[in-house]
């Protein structure tokens, strides 16, 4: 009982403070170096932003977690089969604050995931609008920015993915790391776009150097590069049942 009495007297004594929150922050942690001093320390964290991931548009966030939103309009891959289209609920009430009309929001939100000649939308509202990647994209350290300005207030690390275009080079990628370091983050995690097979995320932006032949199911790549062709979906094979030592199996080729 006298535990817990003595940490609600703790924090009756910091909500009472006056002053910005990096005051009220310092003196917080100024009270648990003199508990530490008193009791001691372990190796545990105290305070942690935890995971979230492309889970929290199904729970009705914009974002997932402390960075810009990966595209003002998101496509992602189901797991059964399939993509939905996510908008950024933010964009309407942003448009309105701003003091646009329901007439503009409709022109702005559309499939492009970003806001470049979008009808009646002023250039110096643009950066509003700035995601994590696509045409108008803000800088990876951008994001880490963003991580070093809460890092402060966390004992431990912040779940957070800095997303790097796919022009990213290894240079890039290490400067990104050391910046980093030198901003006190604990902890980093960096995406490169397109690096996987399978992207659960994307902005449905399609590539331009890249012409997709829908009748020959082909894609044909920009001049002097190899062609690829799709095999059909239907093709002959040949399939051979065998047995090694009891054990059997079937092998298939398709031709």
């Known amino acids: 009982m006298r535990k817990h009495a003595a940490a609600n007297d703790n924090v009756r004594t910091i909500t009472s403070l006056d002053g910005d929150v990096l005051k009220v922050a310092n003196k917080a942690w100024e009270q648990c170096l003199k508990l530490g001093e008193k009791s001691g320390w372990r190796n545990a964290q105290a305070s942690v932003l935890a995971p979230t991931g492309t889970i929290g548009f199904m729970m009705d966030c914009d ?48 499939s492009n995931g970003h806001v470049i000649d979008a009808p009646g939308l002023k250039l110096e509202h643009y950066a509003v609008f700035d995601t994590a990647m696509g045409v108008r994209s803000i800088t990876p350290l951008g994001h880490v920015r963003m991580m070093a300005a809460v890092q402060p207030f966390i004992s431990g690390a912040i ?15 290490e400067d990104t790391y050391f910046q980093a370091w ?5 902890a980093l995690a960096i995406y490169r776009d397109n690096c996987k097979v399978g992207q659960p995320l994307s902005d449905g932006a399609k590539k331009v150097d890249e012409i997709v032949d829908a009748a020959a199911g082909a894609i044909i790549a920009i001049a002097g590069q190899p062609i690829r062709r799709r095999l059909p979906k239907s093709r002959p094979s040949r399939t051979t049942s065998f047995s090694v030592a009891g054990a059997e199996g079937y092998m298939t080729a398709g031709s």
């Open 63 to 110: 974002t997932t977690g402390i960075e810009p939103d990966f595209s003002l309009v998101k496509f992602k891959k189901l797991v059964g089969g399939g993509s939905m289209q996510i908008v950024n609920q933010t964009i309407p009430q942003a448009l309105r604050r701003l003091g646009y009309t329901d007439e503009t929001n409709e022109a702005i939100i559309g």
């Open 182 to 186: 030198k901003m006190g983050i604990k």
């Open 159 to 173: 779940s957070k993915t800095v997303n790097m275009p796919e022009s990213a080079t290894i240079d890039e990628v």
